[in-house]
Protein backbone atom coordinates (compact mmCIF):
# COMPACT_ATOMS: atom_id res chain seq x y z
CA UNK A 1 0.00 0.00 0.00
CA UNK A 2 2.60 2.32 0.70
CA UNK A 3 4.34 1.83 -2.70
CA UNK A 4 0.85 3.10 -4.37
CA UNK A 5 0.88 6.26 -1.61
CA UNK A 6 4.23 6.93 -3.26
CA UNK A 7 3.64 6.81 -6.43
CA UNK A 8 0.20 8.43 -6.44
CA UNK A 9 2.33 11.38 -4.38
CA UNK A 10 4.99 11.58 -7.19
CA UNK A 11 2.27 11.60 -10.14
CA UNK A 12 1.11 14.70 -8.13
CA UNK A 13 4.27 16.37 -8.02
CA UNK A 14 4.77 15.63 -11.46
CA UNK A 15 2.05 17.28 -12.68
CA UNK A 16 2.56 20.26 -10.38
CA UNK A 17 5.83 20.79 -11.50
CA UNK A 18 4.97 20.36 -15.22
CA UNK A 19 2.08 23.01 -14.84
CA UNK A 20 4.40 25.76 -12.67
CA UNK A 21 6.03 28.26 -15.32
CA UNK A 22 9.49 28.70 -15.23
CA UNK A 23 10.73 32.37 -14.15
CA UNK A 24 13.48 33.75 -15.87
CA UNK A 25 16.59 35.21 -14.18
CA UNK A 26 16.59 39.30 -13.75
CA UNK A 27 18.79 41.61 -15.63
CA UNK A 28 21.03 41.95 -11.98
CA UNK A 29 20.99 38.16 -11.66
CA UNK A 30 23.06 37.66 -14.71
CA UNK A 31 24.72 40.46 -14.08
CA UNK A 32 26.33 38.91 -10.79
CA UNK A 33 26.25 35.44 -12.46
CA UNK A 34 28.52 37.05 -15.44
CA UNK A 35 30.67 38.76 -12.62
CA UNK A 36 31.05 35.40 -10.94
CA UNK A 37 31.57 33.95 -14.30
CA UNK A 38 34.33 36.33 -16.05
CA UNK A 39 36.79 34.89 -13.47
CA UNK A 40 39.80 37.49 -15.30
CA UNK A 41 37.25 40.26 -15.94
CA UNK A 42 38.26 40.42 -19.89
CA UNK A 43 34.92 40.38 -21.08
CA UNK A 44 34.89 37.06 -22.46
CA UNK A 45 34.74 33.30 -20.93
CA UNK A 46 37.49 31.25 -22.41
CA UNK A 47 39.03 27.55 -21.32
CA UNK A 48 37.89 26.74 -17.62
CA UNK A 49 35.45 29.65 -17.31
CA UNK A 50 33.34 28.87 -19.95
CA UNK A 51 33.59 25.09 -19.44
CA UNK A 52 30.23 24.33 -17.43
CA UNK A 53 28.22 27.23 -19.61
CA UNK A 54 29.22 26.41 -22.61
CA UNK A 55 28.03 22.84 -21.59
CA UNK A 56 24.43 24.34 -20.38
CA UNK A 57 24.52 26.19 -23.36
CA UNK A 58 24.89 22.99 -25.94
CA UNK A 59 22.58 20.34 -23.27
CA UNK A 60 19.71 23.80 -24.55
CA UNK A 61 20.75 22.96 -28.34
CA UNK A 62 22.22 26.85 -28.12
CA UNK A 63 25.16 27.67 -30.59
CA UNK A 64 28.72 27.61 -28.92
CA UNK A 65 31.81 28.57 -30.55
CA UNK A 66 34.45 26.26 -31.54
CA UNK A 67 36.35 26.91 -29.03
CA UNK A 68 33.70 27.63 -26.30
CA UNK A 69 34.22 30.92 -26.04
CA UNK A 70 31.00 33.28 -24.62
CA UNK A 71 30.97 36.47 -25.38
CA UNK A 72 29.04 38.91 -22.51
CA UNK A 73 25.99 39.53 -24.84
CA UNK A 74 25.68 36.13 -25.69
CA UNK A 75 26.37 34.78 -22.06
CA UNK A 76 23.24 37.63 -20.52
CA UNK A 77 20.89 36.55 -23.49
CA UNK A 78 21.22 32.79 -22.51
CA UNK A 79 21.22 33.60 -19.01
CA UNK A 80 18.11 35.65 -19.61
CA UNK A 81 16.09 32.49 -21.07
CA UNK A 82 17.23 30.47 -18.23
CA UNK A 83 19.65 28.42 -20.00
CA UNK A 84 22.29 28.32 -17.30
CA UNK A 85 19.74 27.64 -14.32
CA UNK A 86 17.97 25.13 -12.58
CA UNK A 87 14.09 25.97 -11.98
CA UNK A 88 13.25 25.86 -8.50
CA UNK A 89 10.54 23.40 -9.07
CA UNK A 90 13.12 20.62 -10.01
CA UNK A 91 15.39 21.76 -7.42
CA UNK A 92 12.47 20.76 -4.83
CA UNK A 93 12.38 18.03 -7.23
CA UNK A 94 15.70 16.71 -6.67
CA UNK A 95 15.36 16.75 -2.69
CA UNK A 96 12.55 14.78 -2.83
CA UNK A 97 14.42 12.34 -4.36
CA UNK A 98 17.08 12.51 -2.29
CA UNK A 99 14.89 11.41 0.23
CA UNK A 100 13.34 14.10 2.15
CA UNK A 101 9.44 15.13 2.40
CA UNK A 102 7.49 18.38 3.43
CA UNK A 103 9.85 20.67 1.14
CA UNK A 104 9.56 24.76 1.38
CA UNK A 105 9.53 26.60 -1.47
CA UNK A 106 13.32 26.75 -2.36
CA UNK A 107 14.71 30.35 -3.33
CA UNK A 108 17.78 30.78 -4.78
CA UNK A 109 21.18 32.77 -3.25
CA UNK A 110 23.73 34.98 -4.61
CA UNK A 111 26.10 31.89 -5.15
CA UNK A 112 23.27 30.03 -7.40
CA UNK A 113 22.48 27.96 -4.65
CA UNK A 114 19.03 26.97 -4.24
CA UNK A 115 18.17 26.82 -0.32
CA UNK A 116 14.63 25.44 1.78
CA UNK A 117 13.89 23.02 4.16
CA UNK A 118 12.92 20.03 4.34
CA UNK A 119 11.97 16.66 6.35
CA UNK A 120 14.09 13.72 6.36
CA UNK A 121 12.80 11.25 9.24
CA UNK A 122 10.37 13.49 10.95
CA UNK A 123 13.05 16.17 11.83
CA UNK A 124 13.11 19.79 9.93
CA UNK A 125 16.37 20.10 8.25
CA UNK A 126 18.13 22.90 5.94
CA UNK A 127 18.61 21.60 2.59
CA UNK A 128 20.53 23.32 -0.26
CA UNK A 129 20.83 22.31 -4.23
CA UNK A 130 23.61 23.48 -6.33
CA UNK A 131 23.84 24.11 -9.91
CA UNK A 132 24.83 20.71 -10.47
CA UNK A 133 21.89 19.12 -8.41
CA UNK A 134 23.69 18.07 -5.46
CA UNK A 135 21.31 17.92 -2.77
CA UNK A 136 22.53 18.40 0.86
CA UNK A 137 21.28 19.01 4.07
CA UNK A 138 22.67 20.05 7.85
Known sequence: MRN???????????????SLPSLAMTDEECATMWKQADVDNDGSLREAEARRY????RVKDKSVLA????EKAQFLE????????TA???AGDRVLAAGFSDVSALTKDDKGIWR???KKASK???VAVDYRGNVVAN
Not at 54 to 57: D, G, N, R
Not at 67 to 70: E, K, L, Q, R, Y
Not at 78 to 85: E, G, L, Q
Open 116 to 118: GTA
Open 124 to 126: SVK
Open 78 to 85: NCKSNVFT
Open 4 to 18: VHEALFLAAAACLAW
Open 54 to 57: AAWM
Open 67 to 70: DSTI
Open 88 to 90: AVD
